[in-house]
């Protein structure tokens, strides 16, 4: 089963790629983080992204469109995958195609997250994330067990720079000029479903499931 999920940063796709990659046992490819697991790494591609994430910019379509070309063609991706924060503009769903096309296989359904942008605003000043393991967490939804450190490595969580307000207020912009076109994009294919992201997790995790089947 192959899965792209789409909807706003903050909407909650990242939790709900996780939980999909579990129940079907397909890899979740966050190009989020694999740009942050460069930056931790102090690669060449890390140092190139970081001036764009840290503005709530896109890095550009050329760092990032062959680094899932070659990850969804690995042989953990056989069963399928579920892209999470990919394709963010329409050339890249395009290059997405293209590439998949080449080995013919083509997406399943992309699944949109949605969430007014008032809820996204709240929701993000909230947001922690583990600087080490990546782990993220909301100090009202998803808190840490204890206060300020990661559940999962013991390292202090933090509010992320590309989830501080002026930078989210930008991220959402972004969002609605070059991410949103997708949705139509993929309304033309026929593979778009759209589930209402502003109810508890667990339940928009029931609407994804009645979509993928169980
Ligand atoms: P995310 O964790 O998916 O919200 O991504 C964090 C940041 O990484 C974004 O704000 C972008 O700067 C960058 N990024 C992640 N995925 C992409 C993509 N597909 N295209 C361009 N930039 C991306």
Do not use: W
Not at 7 to 15: C, E, I, L
């Amino acid at each position: 089963m192959k899965v792209i999920m789409l909807g706003a940063p903050g909407a909650g796709k990242g939790t709900q790629a996780k939980q999909i990659a579990d129940k079907y046992s397909i890899p979740h490819i966050s190009t989020g983080d694999i740009f942050r697991a460069n930056i931790k790494n102090g690669t060449e591609l890390g140092k190139k992204a970081k001036t764009y994430m840290d503005q709530g910019l896109l890095v550009p379509d050329e760092l990032v469109v062959e680094l899932v070309a070659d990850r969804i063609q690995q042989d953990d991706c056989k069963n399928g995958f579920v892209l999470d924060g990919f394709p963010r503009t329409i050339p890249q769903a395009e290059a997405l195609d293209a590439a998949l096309e080449n080995i013919n296989e083509k997406m399943d359904y992309a699944i949109d997250v949605d969430v007014p942008d008032e809820n996204i605003i709240n929701r993000m000043s909230g947001r922690r994330a583990c600087l080490n393991c990546g782990a993220t967490y909301h100090i009202v939804s998803i808190p840490t067990k204890v206060e300020g450190i990661c559940d999962r490595c013991g390292s202090p969580v933090v509010l992320r720079d590309d989830d501080k307000p002026e930078t989210v207020k930008r991220r959402l912009e972004v969002y609605h000029e070059q991410t949103q076109p997708l949705i139509n994009y993929y309304k033309k294919q026929d593979i778009l479903r759209t589930v209402n992201g502003v109810q508890p997790m667990e339940d928009v995790f029931k609407s994804i499931v009645e979509i993928l089947g169980a």
